[in-house]
């Protein structure tokens, strides 16, 4: 059975750092993984997601720079480390897998999901 799950999230003040864990179990070879974050109210936004090589990476532009994801193979985790936090990336993230082609980094696209983790960055 596949699942995946997040680990990392907290409570940290503007301008501080966080790192993500996304762990999955049950997951075949070639699938990729992605990061969304949801704000209650609104849809889930593709934060990174990473391809299975680990050679094709997408950001959303509001995190481009400060945001970097990575994938540890000898750890079979995935993780997301987020500089220079603002309030605006405050939200539950979670962590997505998809097989297939390499494409976008939109929700839809993504056929398992995790839990999720909070990540509050205060005003």
């Known amino acids: 059975q596949l699942q995946l799950v997040e680990s990392g999230g907290g409570l940290v003040q503007p301008g501080g750092s966080l790192r993500l864990s996304c762990t999955p179990s049950?997951?075949?070879?070639?699938?990729?993984i992605g990061w969304f974050r949801h704000v209650p109210g609104k849809e889930r936004v593709g934060v990174a997601c990473?391809?299975?090589?680990?050679?094709?990476?997408k950001y959303a532009d509001s995190v481009k720079g400060r945001f970097t994801v990575s994938g540890d193979n000898a750890k079979n985790t995935v993780y997301l480390q987020m500089n220079a936090l603002k309030p605006e990336d405050s939200g539950t993230y979670f962590c997505?897998?998809?097989?297939?082609?390499?494409?976008?980094?939109?929700?839809?696209?993504?056929?398992?999901w995790g839990q999720g983790t909070q990540v509050t960055v205060p005003s």
């Open positions: 997505a897998a998809r097989a297939g082609v390499w494409s976008d980094c939109v929700e839809e696209k993504y056929s398992y």
């Open positions: 049950g997951l075949p070879l070639g699938y990729h």
């Open positions: 990473i391809s299975s090589s680990g050679a094709n990476i």
